[in-house]
Nanobody, 122 residues
């Protein structure tokens, strides 16, 4: 199983930006897709974005399209989530996850980080 460690969360005002990072413990050859999910209190975990091994193919959830950008640095085994134009509705714990396939489906992700809190104030 790939070990994942998120960082970069925090408190930001609406309209601001944050960049999350997720470092993988090893070269994830068997888990080429890296994704971000989020979970707000009382809500189900929601797909945010995913990127394939090369970084060329990406997927985004409808609620973040045009505002968030996912990228990866293969040499550093790190994936990033640049979040711009943040809204209070973006407040959640953000989780990094790894999958064999490029997909929005949570069930295909079998390695998870511990999560990092993002809070957007109005």
């Amino acid at each position: 199983q790939v070990q994942l460690v998120e960082s970069g969360g925090g408190l930001v005002q609406a309209g601001g930006s944050l960049r999350l990072s997720c470092a993988a413990s090893e070269r994830a050859l068997t888990r080429p897709t890296m994704g971000w999910f989020r979970q707000a209190p009382g809500k189900e975990r929601e797909f945010v974005a995913a990127v394939n091994w090369s970084g060329i193919s990406t997927l985004y959830g409808d609620s973040v399209k045009g505002r968030f950008t996912i990228s990866r640095d293969t040499a550093k085994n790190t994936v990033y989530l640049q979040m711009n134009s943040l809204k209070p509705d973006d407040t959640a714990v953000y989780y990094c996850a790894a999958s064999t396939f490029l997909t929005e489906s949570l069930s295909w992700y079998d390695s998870w980080g511990q999560g990092t809190q993002v809070t957007v104030s109005s």
